[in-house]
Each structure stands twice: as C-alpha cells, then as structure tokens.
C-alpha cells in the first residue's frame, strides 16, 4: 500500500545543494559536485518523513511496519522526491540551462526551496568567499523563475484562447483555463479562490491583460504550491546572520536551517554501523572507535555547529514541515483486527496512510482502494471501538478498521 501519492518537488539556484539534499533524503547516490549545472536529467526517490509511530501510544512493544519503516518507536513514512537541474536568474530566457526542467516538477505538492544560506555561490553558482552574495536575492530570483515557469506555460497559448472567446468558441473560460491548468494538479475550486482575491470574475477571465494573468497565476501557485525554505549550508560560518534575514524577510514561508552534507556523512556512516542515528535524530552516537580521525573531527563539528545549535541537520526537519505543516498531512493506520491492531497477514500496524487534515472515513477507505469507498459500509475506531460513519474526521494517529460489504475490506 503506497503511503502517499505525494510528490516533493527540489527546487532552487544551481549549485546550493539541491542533490546533496536529495541523496541525504533517499540514500541514493546521485552526482554531486561544487560547480553548476551537475544535474541534467531529473533524480527521483523516495525520501522519508518522521514522526513518533501509534504503537508507543497504543503501549505496544512493536509493530510490524510494512509500507513504512519503524525504528525505535519512529514511523519513517516515504514520500515521493524529485531534484532537478539548477536555475539561474533568466532562466526563463534560456539562461544556464532554461527551465524547460521544472515541467517535471508540474505535479509537485510542495517544493523544498534550497537556498545557499551562506552566500558562497554567485546567482550563477560559481564559488566565491562566504559571505559575498545575499540568499535573499537568491530567493526572490527563484522564486520569480518558478513564476516565470508557470506564466509561460499558459502564456503561450493565451491569444489562440482569446481568438476562441471572441468567436464564441469558448463558453466556460473558468473551465477552459482550469483545463489548461490540470496538468500542474491544480483544482477549478482553487482558481475561483484565486480569482476571488484578485477580484476577477470567472466571465472576465479571457479580458484581462497579460500583466494581470501573470499576478493571477502568482496568486494560484502561492494558493497550490505551498514552499518551504531550506537555508542550506547552515554549516559554514556566517549563514546563521543570513538565516534570520531569511527568515525575517520570507515571513509567508517556514525557513528550516540546514546542512545536506552533514546529512549526507551521517545517512552513510549509520548505513556502515559506524554511528547510531536515526533519520531526524538530534544527536547521534558512535559506534566504533576505529573511525579515522578525519571523519572523528567532521562529526564533532557537525554536533557543535549544527546538530545542537538546530536540533537536527535539517532534512528530515524540512520534510516534515512540508507534510505536516505546509500540505497538512496527517498519519492514520488502517487495520483489520481493532484489538490486536493487525491486518489481515495479523501483522501489527503495517500500514501508514498520509491524508490531508479534514478527510474522512470514507476518503480513507478510497486511498486504501477506490471498491472500498464504494462498498463503504461503517468504520470503527480501533482505540476506543466505536462505530464512526462516512462522515467521520479523521484525526492524526487515528486506527480505522472500513468495514465494506461482502469480500472487500
Ligand atoms: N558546506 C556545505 N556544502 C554543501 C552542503 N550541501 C551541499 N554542499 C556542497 O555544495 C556543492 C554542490 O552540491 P550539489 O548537491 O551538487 O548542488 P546542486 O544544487 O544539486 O547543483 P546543480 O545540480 O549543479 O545545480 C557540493 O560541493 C556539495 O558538497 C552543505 O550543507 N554544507
Ligand atoms: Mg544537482
């Protein structure tokens, strides 16, 4: 059972970090490099986000985590993670390497926004001192770019829609517009939204001028693509002062201070037992005492610098923030058995399902399979074994037993 059908979208300047991040998340090996435009072809993976697993809550001594991974009471549920080529200012005009790329990114829920926190790349990502360039401009071009994207993606074909309206070809603009938008997983009901803000009515829409559809689809993506702002590179002395610029200056986006490769050292040092750590961890603990002395001191700087001063090297802090927080996201446990909390192999807890807050019982039952909202019957809760209908909230952590009529569910 997939846990979720999210797609992470890793975005931001060439050369900042964005697949040391991606390989930190999945434990894919990726190139990586310190000069721009190492990545061409999009890296996908599956990443993880964390949080305490129900079968602490329950009073269990385990589970038997299947969809998910289950370490030490931590739930590590997988999500799905793309890293692209690097953008540049002008991309859009084909600077560096365009931006044709993000067309890949088009059905991303969230993007993770890296940014090189300690200013050491210049807008074109080549290597200077610390210090020298400013993230906060790097931002805003990045930002700007994704804009750029989307407004060229539908800009392109705005005066054959208006030679339709003029005809009379086109009798529902709002349906028109949002068919043409539907490949960026972007909803008619999130249009009328945006519409409503920008106090555009949906007949008006094939009247406005290009400056102001170029706002409105600010207004849609800001609306659809929540963006969560990694400061990268957190490591390197003097992005702490550009951190709280960030963070000051983007008060709309949640800033999460990180170090990809600090994360990246420690994923392959856990992977080879030489560390205790689990994804998330704040602190790690070493194993073996015959780790060289240069790995000794990396890992002692990444403890002072990063791992106590943040609480975590950031990745999987980022991850969770653009589940949880930005998508709204929350884990719920489907079972068969509301007493042994098992499936029907009577392995305990396997499954962890991540559906946006405010779905239901039978929302639950038709990401499990769509027969199943179909034949929905009833639903139990299995912590306190009450009987819950369609309608029911789900709440995090919550563990459904569907009951649907004969063979399903
Ligand atoms: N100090 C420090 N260096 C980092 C960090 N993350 C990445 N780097 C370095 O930054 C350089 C670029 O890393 P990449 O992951 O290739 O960057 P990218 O954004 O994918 O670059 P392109 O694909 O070329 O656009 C490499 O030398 C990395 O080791 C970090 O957290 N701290
Ligand atoms: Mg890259």
């Known amino acids: 059972m997939e846990p979720t059908d999210t797609l992470i979208g890793v975005v931001g300047k060439t050369n900042v970090g964005k697949s040391t991040f991606f390989s930190a998340a999945t434990e894919i090996e990726v190139p990586i490099e310190n000069r721009p435009f190492v990545t061409i072809e999009p890296n996908v993976g599956i990443g993880y986000a964390r949080r305490k697993c129900v079968h602490i809550e329950l009073g269990l001594p385990k589970c038997d985590a299947s969809n998910s991974v289950c370490e030490n009471g931590e739930r590590l549920i997988p999500v799905k993670m793309m890293d692209v080529a690097g953008l540049v200012p002008g991309a859009h005009q084909g600077r560096g390497l365009g931006n044709k790329f993000l067309d890949d ?18 807008p074109e990502g080549v290597v200077t001192r610390p210090g020298t360039y400013d993230p906060v401009d790097e931002i805003k071009f990045v930002v700007d770019e994704i804009d750029e994207w989307i407004y060229q993606s539908v800009e392109k074909d705005w005066d ?6 003029a005809i009379g070809a086109i009798k529902d603009p709002l349906e ?5 938008l539907s490949g960026f997983g972007i909803l008619k009901e999130q249009i009328e939204v945006a519409l409503d803000h920008l106090k555009i009515s949906s007949n008006e829409l094939f009247k406005i001028n290009k400056q102001d559809l170029k706002n409105l689809l600010k207004e849609i993506r800001r609306l659809t693509k929540p963006m969560v702002i990694v400061a990268n590179k957190i490591d390197i002395p003097g992005s702490e002062k550009n951190l709280e610029k960030i963070k000051n200056t983007f008060k709309e986006y949640p800033v999460i201070p990180a170090s990809a ?5 420690l994923r392959k040092l856990r992977k080879k ?10 602190e790690f603990k070493i194993n073996q005492i015959e780790i060289d002395s240069k790995t000794k001191s990396a890992l002692e700087l990444i403890k002072q610098n990063i791992m106590e001063k943040y609480k975590g090297t950031g990745v999987v802090q ?15 446990y489907p079972v068969e058995d509301i007493n042994k909390y098992t499936d029907k192999k009577n392995r305990i807890l396997p499954d962890v399902i991540l559906i946006r807050k405010g779905s239901t019982a039978r929302d639950l039952a038709s990401k499990i399979h769509s027969d199943l909202a179909k034949t929905f019957l009833y639903a139990i809760n299995a912590k306190n074994k009450q009987r819950i209908g369609a309608g029911y909230l789900l709440n995090e952590n919550d563990v459904i037993k569907i009951v649907a009529t004969a063979g399903k569910g």
């Not at 490769?261 to 050292?265: D, F, I, N, Q």
């Not at 930005?326 to 719920?332: A, E, F, R, Y």
């Open 160 to 165: 054959k829609f208006l030679k339709q309206y």
């Open 318 to 332: 980022a991850i969770n923030e653009a589940l949880f927080n930005s998508l709204k996201l929350i884990p719920v």
């Open 261 to 265: 490769a600090a994360e990246l050292l």
């Open 176 to 180: 028109e517009f949002s068919q043409r």
């Open 273 to 282: 037992k030489a560390i205790e750590y689990i994804p998330g961890d704040q």
């Open 105 to 122: 990114l088009r059905r991303a829920d969230v993007f993770l926004l890296i940014v090189d926190s300690s200013g050491s790349t210049s």
